[in-house]
Structure formats: structure tokens, C-alpha cells
């Protein structure tokens, strides 16, 4: 088995390419599995690695939320993304970021690209997601005038550049798909929170490939226990609310195990009920169905 040194010196500058010009690679890392184990070991003294091994212990850690041990690590990333993808990474303010300048620098040359068969409707149901693709026809005329409406900005961005505008005015119509740099450097257990929104199947397509690369071609190599006990307990798991669990303690003593949906919304809370759409029982129906707690419908 290699070392976390040989790991990290592995996967250091090895960029991990994403979109059609963006890319994810580590920097740096700092700590590992047993710096975690370490960390928890010392609020019990000598001793302590007889008790458990360090597997056990991190398990124990990521299911009872004791989150301090794992900022004990830490990983350095340089990402380069577009900006729109960048103000949703940005909203996770425990990290500390330097991002590339175009105040003191000009803008990249570089803006993501929508393949004609890669764009999504708008989705009824969901009003920060999407539902299904275009046809390819219409999907073509999308691209085309996207390619038109890029070039169009940066021919006006370069223009005033050449007439002497400062650079922090002449960036203002630049697209949100302009690309942008930065280094992000973040400790385990922030990184583990940004991973568990990122890569859940909720988040946007374009952040979570971002999210599932760090995760699982650098994260999961740097600190396999750490993350073989992330997968477990919090991004491959489900929460019960007291009403999912009232609900579904209902529905076995009615005998209404496998579940309809209308056996969820009959059975569910009484602030569910007579409601045209609820979320909450939508998320709950949803929870019985990974569950294996439902009818086919």
C-alpha cells in the first residue's frame, strides 16, 4: 500500500480536466488518516489506540458529528471554472481563496462551451433545476448563438483593452462563462460539507463533476478511512426527520408496507395533509422509495 507522502506526490500538479477548459488539480495537502485519529486521541490520553484502531475510530467520528479531528487536515487545490460555476463554489465561506485578478491581469481567453446535445430544459417542478434535454436541433441553434455571443464579448473586451480602459471597467460585459483561477484551500471536515452538497444529485451537473473529481480522484486516495466513513454515514445516507419516521411507523401498523403514494400523503403528518404540493412529503415519499418502502408505481 503507498504512503500518504507517495499519494500526495502522485497526485500534486496532476490536473484532473473538466468541461470543456476547466480542470481541478491538488497543490498541496496537509495530515492524513492518522493525523485525524491523532487529533481525536489526544482528549483521552495514553492508551486510547488499544481501544479502537483507527478505522473504528473515524467511523465512530463521522457518525456521532464530531467534526473538530477532521480540520486537522487539510487539502490546497487550484481550480480553474467558469464564473457562474464560481459564485456557487464561493457561497462555501470556511476556506480561504486567492483568485485570479482581472483588475491587475486580463481576463482569460477561455469561456465554457455548450455541446449542442448538452442542453437542459428548465424544470417545472424544481426552479433552481432542470428536466430533460433539447432536441438536437434546437440544441445546435443554442450553441451557435452562444459561440457568437462569446466572440462578440471578448472582441468588445479586447477593443477596450487596446483603447486604454482600465481593466476593471473593461471586464464588465464579459459573460459569466469567462473562465476564472483559484486556489482553494480548505480543512477535511469543510471539504467533506462542500463535497456532501456538491455531489448530491440536487446540485448543479457542472459543480458536481468538480465536486465528484475532489472527492473521489483526490480526496478518497489522500484519506481513504476519512472518506470510506463520508460515503458511509453522511453522502450515501438518509436522513429520517420525526415526521419520516412517524409516517413510516403509521404506515407498519396499518400494514401499508411496500407504500403507495397515496398511502404516504393518508398516513403522513397532518400538516401534509389536503396540500396540492408539499416538498416535505414529496422528500418523504422520495426516502421510502430508496428505502425499498414502496410500491411500483
Given at each position: 500500500m503507498s504512503s500518504n507522502h507517495e499519494v500526495l506526490e502522485q497526485l500534486r500538479w496532476?490536473?484532473?480536466k473538466l468541461l470543456n477548459d476547466g480542470f481541478v488539480c491538488l497543490v498541496d495537502a496537509m495530515g492524513s488518516d492518522d493525523a485525524i485519529v491523532q487529533a481525536a486521541r489526544v482528549s483521552y490520553g495514553a492508551g486510547t489506540?488499544?481501544?479502537?484502531?483507527?478505522?473504528?475510530?473515524i467511523r465512530y467520528l463521522m457518525r456521532h458529528r464530531h467534526t473538530t479531528p477532521f480540520e486537522m487536515a487539510e487539502v490546497k487545490l487550484l481550480v480553474r471554472a467558469p464564473m457562474d460555476l464560481w459564485r456557487q463554489w464561493i457561497r462555501h465561506r470556511t476556506a480561504s481563496v486567492n483568485e485570479y485578478s482581472t483588475r491587475y491581469s486580463v481576463?482569460?481567453?477561455?469561456?465554457?462551451?455548450?455541446?449542442p446535445e448538452a442542453w437542459r430544459r428548465q424544470a417545472t417542478s424544481n426552479r433552481q433545476g432542470s428536466d430533460g434535454f433539447?432536441?438536437?436541433?434546437?440544441?445546435?441553434?443554442?450553441?451557435?448563438?452562444?459561440?457568437?455571443?462569446?466572440?462578440?464579448?471578448?472582441?468588445?473586451?479586447?477593443?477596450?483593452?487596446?483603447?486604454?480602459v482600465a481593466r476593471e471597467q473593461a471586464r464588465k460585459d464579459l459573460p459569466l462563462a469567462t473562465y476564472t483561477q483559484a486556489y482553494w484551500k480548505c480543512d477535511l471536515?469543510?471539504?467533506?460539507?462542500?463535497?456532501?452538497?456538491?455531489?448530491?444529485s440536487h446540485a448543479q451537473q457542472e459543480i458536481r463533476k468538480y465536486a465528484t473529481v475532489i472527492g473521489e480522484q483526490i480526496v478518497k486516495p489522500l484519506f481513504p478511512l476519512a472518506y470510506d466513513a463520508f460515503s458511509d454515514y453522511v453522502l450515501n445516507a438518509q436522513t429520517l426527520t420525526r415526521l419520516d419516521q412517524e409516517l413510516i411507523q403509521r404506515l407498519a401498523a396499518a400494514g401499508k408496507l411496500p407504500a403507495s403514494r397515496a398511502d404516504v400523503e393518508n398516513y403522513g403528518d397532518p400538516s401534509w395533509q389536503g396540500l396540492a404540493r408539499c416538498r416535505e412529503r414529496d422528500e418523504a415519499y422520495e426516502k421510502l422509495c430508496a428505502l425499498g418502502l414502496t410500491q411500483p408505481e
Open positions: 496532476q490536473k484532473f489506540k488499544s481501544v479502537s484502531d483507527d478505522r473504528t475510530l481576463a482569460i481567453d477561455s469561456a465554457q462551451t455548450t455541446a433539447f432536441e438536437p436541433e434546437v440544441g445546435h441553434a443554442l450553441s451557435d448563438a452562444e459561440a457568437q455571443f462569446h466572440a462578440a464579448a471578448r472582441r468588445l473586451y479586447e477593443e477596450r483593452i487596446a483603447q486604454g471536515h469543510n471539504l467533506f460539507h462542500f463535497l456532501a452538497l456538491r455531489m448530491e
